[in-house]
């Protein structure tokens, strides 16, 4: 009876590498939600998707990040020629279907850039 | 925007204190309120939630009641364990699509034997 799991949870990048990290949601829940949480912030949404659909990125930057949920697999949150300002920790979520299900969280992946 | 405000941590109680963790909202509408609460290495787990002004949300002892003209969501527990010591999350859910969450900055708490 897993839930959602995250990796890895600990993730160190320097400055203009790539950083990819990894969602698996709770067995048959179809809908992903990513957050991330800056320094003394509270968690803010980034985006959500379904299996190969991206609902909604309006909390996405604009350049470098993207995510995707393929048909087979867990989601993926990618952030290329990560900077400093990315080191973060970023959540992800599931939900059997949409969101006004009750959202099941991981336990995180914190991003450090050097 | 959407904003949530909660008081700052840490928070350090001995065992069957009352606890109070402040929360005051900002948003456009009606939304839902919750409280997260995230364990060591664990992910966030939905405490309670309310829905509408008034209603409250209960669980484990816990309790909040959803006040729309204070706008606020205050977490209360009348005795605190050793158990309950975690980070503790109010968030809101945006009205115009329910699945955008938006959290404040978590509250430490530590309850001491």
């Known amino acids: 009876n897993a839930g959602v799991m995250q990796n890895p949870r600990h993730l160190v990048r320097r400055r203009g590498q790539e950083a990819r990290l990894r969602c698996s949601p709770m067995?048959?829940?179809?809908?992903v939600y990513w957050y991330r949480q800056l320094p003394e912030e509270g968690l803010k949404f980034m985006v959500y998707?379904?299996?190969?659909?991206?609902?909604?990125e309006s909390g996405m930057p604009k350049e470098r990040f993207s995510a995707e949920f393929p048909k087979e697999g867990p989601s993926i949150l990618r952030i290329q020629q990560v900077v400093r300002g990315d080191s973060a920790a970023y959540f992800c979520?599931?939900?059997?279907?949409?969101?006004?299900?009750?959202?099941?969280f991981g336990p995180g992946t914190r991003l450090t850039v050097l | 925007g959407n904003s949530v405000t909660q008081m700052e941590g840490p928070v350090t109680l001995s065992e069957e204190a009352f606890l109070t963790i402040n929360c005051t909202y900002t948003?456009?509408?009606?939304?839902?309120l919750f409280w997260y609460v995230q364990y060591p290495g664990e992910g966030l787990q939905l405490l309670l939630k309310?829905?509408?002004?008034?209603d409250k949300g209960s669980n484990k002892g816990f309790e909040a009641t959803y006040r729309k003209e204070t706008t606020s969501f205050h977490l209360e527990k009348g005795s605190v364990q050793v158990s309950d010591s975690a980070v503790y999350f109010c968030?809101?859910?945006?009205?115009?699509?329910?699945?955008?969450?938006?959290f404040g900055k978590g509250t430490l708490l530590t309850v001491n034997p």
């Open positions: 979520a599931s939900s059997q279907t949409d969101g006004r299900n009750e959202q099941f």
């Open positions: 067995k048959g829940h179809s809908h």
């Open positions: 998707l379904q299996k190969e659909n991206i609902i909604d």
């Open positions: 948003a456009t509408g009606y939304p839902s």
């Open positions: 309310a829905t509408k002004a008034d």
């Open positions: 968030a809101l859910s945006d009205p115009s699509s329910n699945y955008k969450l938006t």
